[in-house]
Structure formats: structure tokens, C-alpha cells
């Protein structure tokens, strides 16, 4: 009967379970991705919080123009 749910007599086929294989670590690397930009999101939201912003790191002296 399992044999049967499988769709064929002979095992597993090598390219299934290298798909499977690679399809795990695809998902690995995802959720490793996932809770990098959670914690990068996280330092945003507290820096967001605190009133410090982006452009007031800029040095507008030292700027270059955007068009010239």
C-alpha cells in the first residue's frame, strides 16, 4: 500500500530527494534572511522611536549636489 501512495516499486527517486534536500535549506536560508531583517526592522523602529532620524546624520555641508 505505501508503495502504491508513492507512485512507483523501486524507492525514492535520487532527484526528488535532492529537490526535497535543497528545498530545505532554501527554507533555512529564508527564515536565517527573515529574522535579520526582523532585527534590522527592530533597531529602525526603536531609532524611529527616540526622535533620532536618518537626515540628521547627513552633514549637509559636506554634501554633494543630487543634479548639477
Not at 4 to 32: C, I, S, Y
Not at 40 to 49: H, K, Q, T, V
Request: aromatic share 2%.
Amino acid at each position: 500500500m505505501a508503495k502504491a501512495l508513492l507512485g512507483h516499486v523501486g524507492g525514492f527517486d535520487p532527484r526528488v530527494l535532492a529537490e526535497m534536500r535543497r528545498l530545505q535549506q532554501r527554507v533555512q536560508d529564508l527564515e536565517t534572511q527573515l529574522l535579520r531583517v526582523q532585527a534590522e526592522n527592530d533597531a529602525l523602529a526603536a531609532a524611529a522611536r527616540h526622535g533620532s532620524s536618518v537626515l540628521d546624520s547627513i552633514d549637509v555641508h559636506k554634501a554633494e549636489p543630487a543634479l548639477t
